[in-house]
């Protein structure tokens, strides 16, 4: 047989841990912290088949033709006001494209930006696909500490200002994945300042802003950008389905250009149905109950994880509070060994993704888990923590 | 503003002329035989209805959430009966994944066995649009001059054996875009006998195999591959709907799992309604009587827009006779100016593509341009060719 010799970019990809961790959720009696599956309660199911009716029922063309790479006019002149909703973030119609997932934000950028070798920054520990994705274009990582707060400032100039020139400088500010940490506004400004100051572009991610579910909206990093600095990727897979692939990038209209044929040579566009589904729900439902019931759905899930972790394994396995997302960091207490844990819980029918699975570098002593409150069902939650409970007991 | 710094696969990228002559196309009184558009009336617009509509009354989580990269199991196992159907591509399951349109396996595969500078043999004039991508990730081009029966076969040979290997050769066998060219079945085992003897693997795009209208259907190259040496790309843009942008990509296993991961760093996964229309299409409609009547609409236009030529531009402008496909190339008169040619076509309404659109390099002689007959109505296609008659009859 043939044997296929692969490019030095893609042999410096990692296979996803979560990826094999989702392979063994076949079996039905595990119960899974692991994945980052939105509750399908959260779908907006009757609408969207309301609208996909209405749609199909019209000229085929409308829906099934050929459509342009950088997306329908209306989606984009839609989504500028729901790109605008936490701060200004997108003017016009063309500082807005439609992309099939954020993730293809971070593939087209880097892509873009990256020839083989050249350096990314990003806040550490990060989203295990964006990662994964700078290092299939050939981009090697240099990880930020993230604090409770935001990234290390000082540990951000260094990287900054280090002997190579970061391309970009990835963050995920609200909620972030795996910590579930949300950056001050004070950091907020602070990263505008640093990155303008040295000229670093800024890729800012926000997948779970719009899941907030306590506490005050603030304003994104791209809501201070004079510069054209910042490239701002806006997921629509927890507003509304992830299954669509539809997500909106803003950022300053040359950028995008190029984002665009970058675009048609990947995938040409981003499925049509999916695309005017989301301008139908814009144009005809009310956006604002959805997310307000949507909040709700995640307020409950999320504080009842907090309270069974509170109850079951409190002063023992401690975390951060949080306002809003999908994810819990938890911390471990000194003397067990997470790996072991980690493996010891997945034998007992519970999956939890060890944390240093989302470092750039895999071997930084970690002593956290990602654990997941979106996918389980409460009776799921109650269980899986009781699951927690003993394993740590035998540990102990 | 700040200035962006593009890397050196993107500024290798050509802005695609095709995109710039759509551009105009807003313009309702053009006439365009410049597109690739299939004809709505060949999209099963009723049975994509009927499938939604029980798809989205069933359980949400089936089409809106997450799903895995390679694609619903059950759409792979499906498609390998139709990717069968002109020959063997593909056994078993994993030798299949679903991509968001073929293009992404252009994207996929040149990312993966590329490194900057790395050579891309391809049929020329060649798919745009695949050249693109190629340079997207950093290939250098080598063109094989395409003959009406095939590549030269001499050409293929030098190439393959010059100073740098390329890491893949790229073919569409069947009516090529941009020529309609037809591999024959001598040169279809010859390249891939060359191929074999030199270790170079084979792109084999099949976008228009299904769209035989007249003659008999030959193997794919992939049918005689025993070697692991062929991947396979079935665009479904054309037999079922190019808004979907769902296609399959066949080949060897442990490359359909590099390809995997490569999707997983872009787009995570196609829109999973896409996969499921067209996977309950495959289980519960009649593909067979579909393709007839689609093959009909397209033999009907086609077989007219040769009748207006010959009647119109006969002796004048002379073209291969077409079997199947999209296109026609047409080859103007010595001594008429093509750029020239097209570009009055284009002030009286009329869009073609030059020739030279479609080459390595750009700058090849080239009396030919690409004439699309899928898209326009058959008034159109009359009326265009009598465009194309008066301007003739106006430079001659």
């Not at 044997?3 to 094999?20: C, T």
């Not at 920054?121 to 707060?149: C, K, M, Q, Y």
């Not at 989302?358 to 997941?372: M, Y």
């Amino acid at each position: 047989m043939f044997q296929y010799e692969y490019s030095n970019k893609v042999k410096a990809m990692r296979p996803s841990i979560i990826r094999e961790l989702l392979k063994q959720m076949a079996d039905p009696s595990l119960i899974s912290f692991a994945g980052g599956n939105p509750d399908p309660e959260a779908f907006p199911a009757k609408e969207i088949r309301e609208i996909s009716d209405r749609l199909l029922s019209g000229p085929p063309g409308r829906v099934l033709q050929y459509s342009i790479t950088e997306g329908t006019t209306e989606l984009r002149e839609q989504g500028i006001k729901y790109l605008n909703a936490q701060g200004p973030v997108a003017k016009e119609t063309d500082d807005v494209m439609v992309v099939s997932g954020s993730q293809q934000v971070m593939d087209f950028l880097s892509k873009l930006l990256c020839n083989d070798g050249d350096l990314i920054a990003t806040e550490d520990p990060a989203f295990l696909g964006a990662l994964n994705s700078f290092r299939s274009n050939g981009a090697r990582l240099a990880g930020v500490a993230l604090e409770p707060d935001g990234p290390n400032l000082a540990m951000l100039e260094a990287v900054l200002t280090g002997d190579q020139k970061p391309k970009f400088y990835y963050t995920i500010p609200n909620f972030q994945n795996p910590t579930g940490a949300t950056c001050s506004l004070e950091k907020r400004k602070a990263v505008y300042k640093l990155c303008k100051k040295h000229g670093v572009p800024i890729l800012e991610d926000n997948p779970y802003g719009e899941l907030r579910f306590t506490g005050e909206d603030l304003p994104p990093i791209k809501s201070f950008d004079e510069e054209g600095l910042v490239i701002y990727a806006a997921s629509l897979s927890k507003v509304f389905a992830p299954g669509m692939r539809i997500a909106l990038c803003a950022g300053p209209k040359a950028l995008i250009g190029q984002m665009t044929v970058a675009k048609q040579g990947s995938d040409v566009h981003s499925n049509l149905w999916g695309q005017r589904v989301i301008e139908e729900f814009y144009k005809t439902y009310d956006f604002a109950a959805h997310i307000q019931r949507l909040r709700g759905v995640y307020r409950e899930k999320a504080n009842y994880m907090m309270d069974c972790l509170r109850e079951k394994v409190g002063g023992r396995i401690t975390f951060e509070p949080i306002e809003g997302g999908m994810f819990l960091w938890l911390n471990l207490p000194e003397g067990v060994d997470m790996q072991a844990y980690v493996k010891k819980c997945l034998e007992h029918k519970l999956a939890l993704v060890p944390g240093n699975a989302f470092f750039v570098d895999g071997e930084t002593p970690c002593q956290s888990v990602r654990c997941n409150f979106s996918t389980p069902t409460m009776e799921q939650i109650d269980k899986g923590t009781t699951i927690m409970r003993e394993v740590l007991d035998g540990m102990m």
